[in-house]
């Protein structure tokens, strides 16, 4: 654009802002309010967004291609204004246009709420995924819930989490466009009858409940270019709002009922990480969102392909993510049958054929089983249908593989009056995949390890990623301008192209300028701390940060524990000096779960302790971050010296913190778990400083029933001082931590918190004396964002494409 192209695009872009402003508020432009300008910029944005989404879906139905649809309980999207100006390449027209108005550009962007429609890695993968997606201009669609309200907020009052009610859609959500015309029924409860009708058996579903499945959808632009896919998320409503006999009987309750009942379905995101937490309302919420996704593909399928299902596995793929969507198996064998007419041989083919499924976890806790008379009762067709599938399958391995009954037992669907979700998802797809390398080997040699044996072709592998757009690109502009000066924009679309920046490697002016890019951004979030913390933080001591949500297994403990160890250190050796530090943690746990929300309080009390005591010279503080969310993320991610990525090996399925740390130019201290055994192999040794136990070890030490960890206590003083300060009032008003000394010691410290520390206090040690070198700080820093292209989302999407949906 010339110069004189950008100044009509700046007045033709206000007059259109002016207008659209005294339209949203009837007011004239100076009276309008805050919240005006930010409905109006967004109301501009989505018009631009509307044409190129129709056209795209215009594209997709002129030029088959195989679709992919993602069906997920959770899509953890963040913000999405300033996403969208970015990908539409108008950020420059648009801030100088606002700025002439005298309006400032970020507190516009600031009001925009920040939808919490996930809990944390899970959600936030599929994000970047449709986001990966549509900048791959490829076929790729979302399927979810549309929550009334999404994850908690969290407020910290007297160390402690509190819980508040998030409220997404108080004023209203500009990205959204409800489709009341495509709405499906979806039936639950009531009696299954059957019959010979011409000698076939015919299923009637009777007495059922019905409730409508009403479907938003909200866009999803591609970056640089004109794809526009779409997230869908469904929600529940009655399907008559008013039970008008009841009303005019006088029975005013009972008359809105059914509409409170229905809406209940998608009202609230159930705020658990990782854990199965078995309620009737989320079976429901399962069913809903599956049933509901599948009945529109299927009609939708039928109107462009002359009513005929035979090709559809050719042309359709419905990907399972996590075991919470997995009822599509027996969903979709219901609709083919009962709906469509379907032998029980050619619904199964097309079935199995169109699903692929992804694990993203191994912990115990977390898989979910539904128990049979449950089922039984809200989805008695679904259940007939499970049933049977279990049957025919255990048959077959009774027959064709000739396995023994232990060993049937072991895959069946139906176990001890629980249906096995993840044992269903297996049996219904013909892929299944872990996400990243290492925990794809515990899939194949452990949790599904007799799956393994009979179908080997189905087991896959593809690590996680994260879109470099929302966690580079948009949120830390100073790193991506440099980079873009450095080595031209190629990389935006291409983040291998990041390793050409290792010719800088020894450049003393780039260094320059990244480390002022780095403190820059490390000022930002020391303002942020200011804001919401009573602490003022030094931006040039080492930003350590874990942010992630709270659970034993990602061992913030250990981190606090070796802060407090850190702590005493300093005050017995008052001569003693170390590079300052700036410990920071932000994450929510479960309302629940007791353990997390007791290590979210021990952190304050050591925040408390530390950032108080003059006597150390400011030399360590400890900040906790209330409401860790997307928004919060890119102001943090940037600002990192240190990503700690510190689970107990094996449990960490993949993490994607790690990589959007890395990208940013963080040092991971890690464990060798999840990705951080990639990031590793991917930095090379040097540029990682990882510790603590391998997973084979922790898998054997759990295999003989755990390590014992008061001998680690017994032999190490400083340990023995710690644990003393869990319970000797060291902390003052905030009183003793004796959950978490009796889980160290007396229950054994599952999660090697103990057994890890001394490794861990050396590699942090380590950490100390390589920040001060700092030419050699910056290679390492300048390595993990040149090496991260295996971490961008787009070339998880394409190992996706390639080997897993086969649409490449
Ligand atoms: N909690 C894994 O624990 C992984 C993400 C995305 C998780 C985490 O290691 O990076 O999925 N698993 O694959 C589940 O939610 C079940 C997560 O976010």
């Known amino acids: 654009m010339n110069k004189s192209e950008r100044f009509e695009a700046i007045e033709t872009f206000k007059n259109a802002y002016i207008q659209k402003i005294e339209e949203v508020s009837g007011e004239c432009f100076s009276e309008a309010s805050l919240f005006n300008q930010y409905e109006a910029l967004a109301e501009i944005i989505m018009e631009k967004n509307g044409s190129l989404w129709a056209k795209t879906s215009k594209q997709y139905d002129e030029i088959p291609h195989k679709r992919v649809y993602l069906f997920s309980i959770e899509f953890l999207i963040g913000r999405l204004l300033k996403a969208f100006i970015n990908s539409l390449e108008i950020e420059d027209i648009v801030k100088t246009a606002i700025s002439e108005l005298g309006l400032d550009y970020e507190t516009i962007l600031n009001k925009e709420a920040d939808p919490g429609l996930g809990n944390g890695g899970l959600g936030r993968l599929m994000a ?17 819930i ?14 402690e989490q509190v819980e508040v009610a998030d409220n997404w859609l108080r004023h209203g959500y500009p990205f959204e466009i409800r489709k009341p015309n495509e709405s499906v029924i979806v039936k639950f409860y009531g009696d299954i009858h ?10 009637f579903y009777e007495n059922y409940e019905p409730i409508l499945a009403v479907p938003y959808d909200i866009p999803i632009k591609g970056y640089h270019n004109k794809t526009v896919n779409s997230l869908r998320l469904w929600s529940a409503e009655p399907v008559e709002d008013f039970d008008l006999p009841s009303f005019n009987q006088g029975q005013f309750m009972d008359a809105v009922r059914h509409k409170s009942e229905a809406e209940a379905i998608t009202q609230i995101l159930y705020p658990n990480d990782n854990k199965f937490d078995g309620k009737l309302l989320r079976l429901k919420q399962e069913y809903f969102f599956v049933s509901a996704g599948l009945q529109r593909i299927i009609t939708r399928y039928k109107r462009y392909n002359n009513k005929c299902l035979d090709e559809f596995s050719n042309k359709i793929c419905i990907h399972i993510n996590d075991t919470h969507p997995a009822l599509c198996g027996p969903e979709m064998m219901r609709i083919l049958m009962d709906d469509e007419g379907l032998s029980w041989m050619d619904a199964w083919r097309i079935t199995v054929n169109s699903l692929t499924f992804t694990n993203h976890t191994v912990l115990p806790e977390a898989l979910e089983k539904w128990p049979v008379d449950m089922l039984k009762l809200l989805l008695p067709r679904i259940y007939m249908i499970i049933e049977e599938i279990n ?78 757009r929302r966690f580079l690109i948009n949120s830390n502009t100073g790193l991506r301008d440099l980079i873009d000066a450095s ?33 820059t951004n490390k000022i930002h979030l020391a303002d942020y701390i200011k804001k919401h913390n009573p602490v003022t933080v030094n931006p040039n001591s080492i930003f350590d940060i874990q942010v992630k949500r709270i659970h034993e297994y990602k061992r913030q403990l250990l981190n606090a524990l070796h802060i407090l160890d850190l702590y005493n250190h300093l005050k017995e050796n008052p001569q003693m000096e170390i590079v300052p530090h700036t410990f920071i943690f932000a994450g929510k746990a479960a309302p629940g779960y007791y353990f997390a929300k007791e290590i979210i309080r021990l952190i304050n009390a050591i925040a408390d302790l530390v950032n108080n005591d003059a006597s150390i010279k400011d030399q360590i503080k400890v900040v906790f971050l209330a409401n860790f969310n997307v928004t919060l993320g890119e102001i943090i991610y940037p600002a990192a010296n240190i990503s700690e990525q510190i689970s107990t090996a094996g449990k960490e399925a993949s993490g994607t913190g790690n990589m959007k740390f890395m990208m940013n130019g963080a040092i991971t201290l890690g464990t060798m778990d999840g990705a951080n055994i990639e ?13 603590g136990l391998s997973s084979d070890e922790v898998a054997s030490f759990e295999k003989s029933g755990g390590y014992r960890s008061f001998e680690v206590f017994e032999n190490n003083a400083r340990i023995q001082k710690i644990m003393q300060q869990l319970i000797d009032g060291t902390f003052g008003n905030f009183s003793h931590f004796q959950s978490i000394y009796d889980s160290l010691l007396l229950y054994n410290d599952s999660y090697f918190v103990l057994k890890d520390f001394d490794s861990y206090a050396n590699a942090q040690r380590h950490i100390n004396d390589l920040y001060q070198c700092p030419d050699q700080w910056f290679r390492m820093s300048l390595s993990n964002v040149a090496y991260s292209g295996l971490f961008s989302s787009d070339r998880a999407i394409l190992d996706y494409q390639k080997n897993i949906w086969k649409t490449l």
């Open 128 to 144: 970047c995924f449709l986001e990966s997606s549509a900048t791959l201009g490829l076929p790729f669609h979302g399927n979810g």
């Open 146 to 159: 549309h929550y009334q309200h999404g994850l908690f907020e969290q407020k910290i009052i007297n160390g």
């Open 194 to 203: 059957y019959d010979k009708i011409d000698g076939v058996l015919t299923f």
């Open 391 to 468: 049957r025919q399958f255990l048959d077959k391995l009774r027959i064709k593989y000739g396995l023994n009954e232990s060993e049937i037992a072991a895959l069946a669907i139906i176990q001890d009056e629980q249906i096995n979700m993840a044992n269903l998802a297996v049996v219904c797809s013909h892929s299944v995949n872990g996400v990243a390398a290492l925990h794809s080997k515990i899939l194949r040699e452990e949790t599904f390890r007799g799956y393994y044996q009979i179908f080997p072709e189905r087991f896959n592998s593809v690590t996680n990623g994260v879109t470099p």
């Open 487 to 519: 080595i031209g924009t190629e990389w935006q679309s291409d983040l291998f192209a990041l390793e050409e920046l290792m010719k800088y490697a020894e450049d003393a002016s780039f260094m320059e300028k990244y480390d002022q890019i780095k403190l």
């Open 679 to 691: 990031i590793h192999e991917a930095v090379g040794d040097e540029n990682i400083v990882t510790f």
